[in-house]
């Protein structure tokens, strides 16, 4: 079994996120892409919405696609969110499962300034949305050239949008079709996520 894991704030989940999973799981034939939406980003500000609001925006994205699964692992899980304690319970709960790390290029580039990274690439592969952009330090090249039989790059047709894009949208009362799925905007406009910004919680 091949298991993609994607995670992020999803704040919120958007067109991107869900192409990017799309594309990879098809060209890496993945069985299941996870979606692990975190509860405090060790490397981000804080979400505007909820964890609840965020885990239910998640659901009702993937709900109409059968290879995606949401996991409130991290969303469960007290203080920040490492990605390398979520993978050393991944690889406990699926340990005949080959595992691949869905990243973004500009996550990636922060990679080696994760939490332990070197166990991470120990028990997943990496798949890069590399968006033709390549600019690493010489740190991240040998760490790539030390793991290239784990480290894929995957030159996806980048979907333009962004979660503070939408977020300032819904601020101004713009639309967001087209941005989000009609679900997710439906859940945004009847609950006024990102109506304000006191929305801060990470409950």
């Given at each position: 079994m091949k298991i993609g894991i994607l995670g992020g704030t999803f704040d919120p989940i958007h067109y991107g996120h869900l192409w990017f999973a799309e594309y990879a799981r098809e060209k890496f034939k993945l069985d299941k892409v996870f979606?692990?939406?975190n509860r405090v980003p060790p490397h981000r500000e804080i979400p505007i919405a909820t964890s609840k609001q965020r885990y239910e925006m998640v659901l009702l994205a993937t709900l109409n696609n059968p290879y995606f699964e949401v996991l409130p692992i991290e969303l469960e899980r007290e203080g920040v969110s490492y990605m390398v304690d979520t993978i050393r319970d991944l690889s406990t709960y699926f340990s005949n499962a080959e595992l691949y790390l869905l990243l973004g290029n500009d996550a990636f580039r922060d990679f080696l300034k994760w939490k332990d990274p070197y166990k991470i690439v120990e028990k997943v592969s990496i798949i890069i949305g590399s968006r033709g952009e390549?600019?690493?330090?010489?740190?991240?090249?040998?760490?790539i050239k030390?793991?290239?039989?784990?480290?894929f790059f995957l030159d996806f047709p980048y979907y333009p949008i962004s979660?503070?894009?939408?977020r300032d949208?819904?601020?101004?009362?713009?639309?967001?079709?087209y941005l989000v799925p009609e679900n997710v905007e439906e859940y945004i406009i009847k609950n006024s996520v990102y109506c304000e910004e006191d929305q801060k919680d990470v409950k």
């Amino acid at each position: 079994m091949k298991i993609g894991i994607l995670g992020g704030t999803f704040d919120p989940i958007h067109y991107g996120h869900l192409w990017f999973a799309e594309y990879a799981r098809e060209k890496f034939k993945l069985d299941k892409v996870f979606f692990i939406p975190n509860r405090v980003p060790p490397h981000r500000e804080i979400p505007i919405a909820t964890s609840k609001q965020r885990y239910e925006m998640v659901l009702l994205a993937t709900l109409n696609n059968p290879y995606f699964e949401v996991l409130p692992i991290e969303l469960e899980r007290e203080g920040v969110s490492y990605m390398v304690d979520t993978i050393r319970d991944l690889s406990t709960y699926f340990s005949n499962a080959e595992l691949y790390l869905l990243l973004g290029n500009d996550a990636f580039r922060d990679f080696l300034k994760w939490k332990d990274p070197y166990k991470i690439v120990e028990k997943v592969s990496i798949i890069i949305g590399s968006r033709g952009e390549e600019y690493y330090t010489n740190d991240l090249k040998d760490f790539i050239k030390t793991f290239e039989n784990k480290i894929f790059f995957l030159d996806f047709p980048y979907y333009p949008i962004s979660a503070k894009e939408i977020r300032d949208r819904v601020k101004k009362g713009l639309s967001i079709k087209y941005l989000v799925p009609e679900n997710v905007e439906e859940y945004i406009i009847k609950n006024s996520v990102y109506c304000e910004e006191d929305q801060k919680d990470v409950k």
